[in-house]
């Protein structure tokens, strides 16, 4: 089964604009959840979806959004990008939302510096 | 909301030492208690997990222990190996933010 993955994997953009980043889960995953990991700040919840509903939110401001399409594929968007913004972006997938149930699956992550 | 802290930052070990890495955290209702590891420019992965009703849990080279009157887990890695150099994150679970709590992370260092 192909797993987690993420495109593009590097980006590099200038502050003020907008970005999309990609995930697609692995097969038959309806949740998945996105992190903002920066150096030792471990990784910092943003939000997660599961069959296309927004089901938590982390304390990001607005924005930081996302969605999530009926074959589970999900996007996130920053707009008016700032340079705080550059991070690791990771999405998981798992079966369920249901934590400790369902094992949750990393992709290799978005790099986005923003200069 | 759950804080938690992980002890030390940074663990340097000899090859075929044994690695305790702790990690604390603050919401007494928390049920799950994973450790999770990630090696250099690679992603995080699941590596073992507890939960509430079970004080330790072995799985080859790995083992996790739970204190809940503490509030602290601990992974414990034996007889190191180089592969086992790493950030291990730990995430424990408090059921009313309805995610898993990441930590900053210890980064262990195995000198061959």
């Known amino acids: 089964k192909a797993g987690v993955t993420q495109t593009p994997r590097y980006l590099i953009k200038t502050r003020g604009q907008q970005v999309t980043l990609s995930c697609s889960p692995i097969?038959?995953?309806?949740?998945v959840s996105w992190y903002q990991q920066t150096p030792g700040q471990g990784l910092q919840f943003l939000f997660e979806y599961f069959s296309e509903t927004q089901r938590n939110k982390g304390n990001f401001p607005g924005r930081f959004s996302g969605r999530q399409f009926s074959n589970s594929r999900s996007e996130m968007n920053v707009s008016t990008l700032e340079l705080g913004d550059s991070a690791l972006y990771l999405c998981?997938?798992?079966?369920?939302?249901?934590?400790?149930?369902?094992?949750?699956?990393f992709g290799p992550g978005t790099r986005l510096t923003v200069t | 909301g759950e804080n938690v802290e992980q002890h030390p930052s940074t663990l340097s070990v000899q090859e075929g030492d044994s690695a305790v890495i702790k990690c604390t955290y603050s919401d007494s209702a928390s049920n799950y208690f994973p450790w999770y590891k990630q090696e250099l420019g690679k992603r995080p992965q699941l590596i073992i997990d507890i939960r509430s009703n079970v004080g330790e849990k072995k799985d080859q080279r790995i083992a996790v222990t739970l204190n809940k009157t503490a509030k602290h887990f601990s992974l414990h890695i034996t007889e190191t190996q180089p592969e086992d150099s790493a950030v291990y994150f730990c995430a424990p679970y408090p059921p009313g933010n309805n995610r898993l709590a990441f930590g900053k992370g210890n980064q262990v260092v195995v000198i061959p």
């Open positions: 998981a997938s798992s079966l369920g939302p249901r934590v400790g149930v369902y094992e949750q699956y």
């Open positions: 097969s038959g995953h309806r949740s």
